[in-house]
């Protein structure tokens, strides 16, 4: 059976004072773990957490990435640059992203693309909106979201990690149920089952609201493969809680 992971995503969050603080918290109570931990960090710390991470067994990761390889494009890193401070994971297609920056399947697809391309592991993450999971829509929304990455990355599929964060569930205190969670999981894992023999691989990882008293449950479900935290990853008790959950 694969370790699960966890990610910490700090979103908008941190200075140097404060990433130190919590790295050190993290690396002196992680050391027993035998989970997959990493950190998604704002671009400008991507040097500092590198470096403060170095001689543990903490993975660097990324929020974002650009769709393009180089040139004109102000504001953007390319997944070259990301590489070259040892990132080994990058989320794509974040809720907020999606919502707040306007990108859609087809951008997410090739961002997703331009990772893989210098291995790095996109974590792609789908999930619908409470009108759309009212409107019985779940199902629909998230095998879109998914489809279109599948469509370009064809036989590498197999090198992705997929999030589920339902997007009512983010930020919010309101987590999916570990039964809900399991559902949609399983219905991302049969879809990536029929596009690659090893689907099996492919960590899916919930996010959501995950916190150090939910998270035993959730990841005990047999779809669950970790998780993807936002708040909780800001305070080291916590995020500690959850690696453990994940043993
Ligand atoms: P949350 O965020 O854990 O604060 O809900 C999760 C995420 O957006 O990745």
């Known amino acids: ?12 969050n941190g200075s140097l004072a404060a990433n130190q603080a919590l790295v050190e918290a993290l690396i002196v109570g992680f050391a027993q773990a035998r989970c997959g ?12 957490v590198q470096s403060l991470i170095a001689e543990s067994r903490i993975d660097l990761g990324a929020q974002d990435v650009s769709e393009h390889v180089s040139g004109a494009f102000t504001g953007e890193a390319s997944a070259d640059m990301l590489r070259e401070f ?4 990058c989320l794509v297609g974040h809720s907020e992203r999606r919502q707040y920056h306007t990108e859609t399947d087809a951008v997410v697809a090739v961002k997703a693309q331009r990772a893989l391309a210098v291995g790095i592991t996109p974590i792609v993450c789908v999930g619908e909106t409470l009108a759309q999971r009212e409107a019985g829509e779940t199902e629909l929304v998230v095998k879109r979201q998914l489809a279109a990455v ?9 090198e992705i990690a997929v999030a589920y964060e339902p997007v009512w569930a983010i930020g919010t205190g309101r987590t999916a149920s570990p039964a809900q969670a399991q559902a949609v999981h399983a219905v ?26 939910n998270a035993a449950e959730l990841l005990a479900q047999a779809d669950i493969d970790g998780g993807l935290v936002g708040g909780a990853s800001l305070k080291p008790v916590d995020f500690l809680s959850i690696i453990a959950a994940a043993q």
């Open 1 to 12: 059976m694969k370790s699960k992971l966890i990610a910490g995503n700090w979103k908008m």
């Open 86 to 89: 040892g990132v080994r994971y």
């Open 188 to 213: 991302l894992r049969a879809q990536l089952q029929a596009a690659t023999p090893h689907a099996d691989r492919v960590h899916i990882l919930y996010g959501g609201s995950m916190n150090a008293a």
């Open 150 to 158: 599948i469509h370009a990355n064809g036989h590498c599929i197999s």
């Open 37 to 48: 931990v990493a950190l998604c960090v704002p671009a400008p710390y991507l040097a500092q």
